[in-house]
């Protein structure tokens, strides 16, 4: 019998040098708001995003010809063309453009795992043609969830937790791990109304402060794009031929 697959999930960027990536295929996650905004870019035509950790640097794509994007604690950068709203990813202003961005955590995630067997973006907005590209793949998947500056949070972990749930349904993935297996639990409980499970998490409450309540539901929801950005030579790119593999693959 063929060995399954494994699924492991980190909570925190901190956590993750405990893990063997270089065998996995990391999924990063930051439900609020990173990996939701760069979804909806390269659905709106972005060509590449470059995920810068640190403000200085991001800021030097400037004279490169990038646009360049970011928020800390939430509040966009002064001198920065855009913050990090999923709204601001749409239209003509992503469309064919370069984008260099820094985030409080999901930047710092993507370059805590940059050296992962492979390296891909989830959110609730992409989740079905990432559950099915993974199903292919038949390789170990290791969920890296952003959180807060290194501590636990909520929207990634139900995250994590409903992709794992999907690969596991499949009989072809294993949850490996005693917090790939609590992610499922508390996606269980919370998936019948997201919303409402996330209503006194800290980020929804930080976001809420910043009178941004439309960018919490805006990215809790499901499968509005079709792509999935992968990390190539520093850069995010979106995944070349998924619109046409999921609709080929997916039951009519
Ligand atoms: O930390 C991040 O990467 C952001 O997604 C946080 S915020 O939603 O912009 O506050």
């Not at 499901?222 to 046409?244: C, D, F, H, T």
Request: charged share 20%; hydrophobic share 45%; net charge negative.
């Amino acid at each position: 019998m063929q060995a399954k697959a494994s699924i492991e999930v980190c909570y925190s960027p901190a956590l993750f040098p405990l893990y063997n990536a270089t065998d996995s295929i990391v999924v990063v996650i930051d439900v609020l708001r990173a990996t939701s905004s760069i979804c909806v870019a390269f659905e709106n035509g972005a060509e590449k995003i470059v995920p810068v950790a640190k403000i200085d640097d991001c800021q030097a794509y400037k004279e490169k010809g990038f646009l360049i994007a970011g928020e800390r604690n939430g509040e966009k950068l002064d001198g920065f063309d855009f913050g990090n709203s999923p709204f601001n990813y749409m239209g003509a202003q992503v469309k064919g453009k370069s984008i260099a961005l820094t985030t409080t955590n999901g930047t710092q995630a993507i370059d805590a795992a940059k050296h992962a067997y492979k390296l891909v973006i989830g959110s609730f907005l992409n989740i079905g043609v990432l559950q099915q590209w993974l199903l292919e793949q038949n390789k170990n998947v290791l969920f890296l969830c952003a959180g807060w500056k290194n501590k636990f949070n909520l929207e990634d972990t139900l995250f994590a937790g409903a992709v794992a749930s999907y690969l596991q349904a499949s009989g072809e993935f294993m949850a490996d791990c005693d917090s790939a297996i609590a992610a499922i639990h508390l996606y269980e409980k919370a998936q019948h109304d997201l919303f409402k499970f996330l209503e006194n998490s800290s980020h929804r409450r930080r976001l809420e402060r910043l009178k941004i309540e439309k960018d919490i539901e805006f990215c809790l929801m499901q499968n509005l794009v079709k792509v999935i950005p992968v990390l190539e030579n520093g850069a995010l790119v979106s995944m070349p031929n998924v619109k046409r593999e999921i609709a080929e693959s997916s039951p009519a």
